[in-house]
Structures are given as C-alpha cells and as structure tokens.
C-alpha cells in the first residue's frame, strides 16, 4: 500500500496515525419512528387528491395512442410471421 492510499484510509478513519488498521465500532442502523397508521376514509380521500393532480390524457390523445399501439402490433405480427415462414422453409429444404 502506498503512501497516497494510506493518507486517504486514515482520512476516511479506516487507519490509525500510526499505520495500523483503526477499531471501529459496529454502527446500529437507526430504529425508524413508527408510522401513524390512518384509516380507509382519510386513504381514499388522499388517493382522490392524488389523482386529481394527475394530468390525464385528452380522448383524441388515447386514440391517437391506441391507433399507433395497434399499427405497431400489426407490423410487429406480420414481421414474426414472415421470418417464421422463410425460416421454416429454409429449415425445410435443408433437410429434404
């Protein structure tokens, strides 16, 4: 270990001045304040003002999606179809 390594450890307290590796006491993760609980009335009315903050999509904006969604399948299928089609060919007339 270099000289520039052991400046950093006993920086960061892993070494002690004269060299040696420093003692250090095991840490306790600190115990966490028990949570209120609340009840079902007061959740649902904090869920319903969550989702009044949510910016929900006009419906042009899920149509537009739902077409592009559905454009995007029918490519994707046709793709899958078409190399399983070459590929089964080719598989085929490999071992005929």
């Known amino acids: 270990m ?9 920086r960061q307290g892993q ?4 060299g040696t590796p420093a003692r ?8 966490r304040p028990p949570k209120e609980r609340i009840g079902a ?5 904090q ?3 969550e989702l009044r903050k949510v910016a929900w999509p006009s419906r042009g904006e899920v149509v537009n ?11 994707l ?13 080719a598989i085929i007339f490999l071992f005929q």
């Open 24 to 31: 250090r006491e095991p840490t306790r993760p600190a115990a």
């Open 47 to 49: 869920v319903r003002a």
């Open 65 to 75: 999606y739902s077409i592009i969604v559905l454009v995007a399948l029918l490519v």
């Open 77 to 89: 299928t046709a793709l899958i179809f078409f190399l399983d089609y070459v590929f089964g060919k």
């Open 2 to 10: 270099n000289r520039q390594m052991k400046r950093m450890m006993q």
């Open 41 to 45: 009335t007061e959740y649902f009315r």
């Open 15 to 18: 070494l002690a001045p004269d």
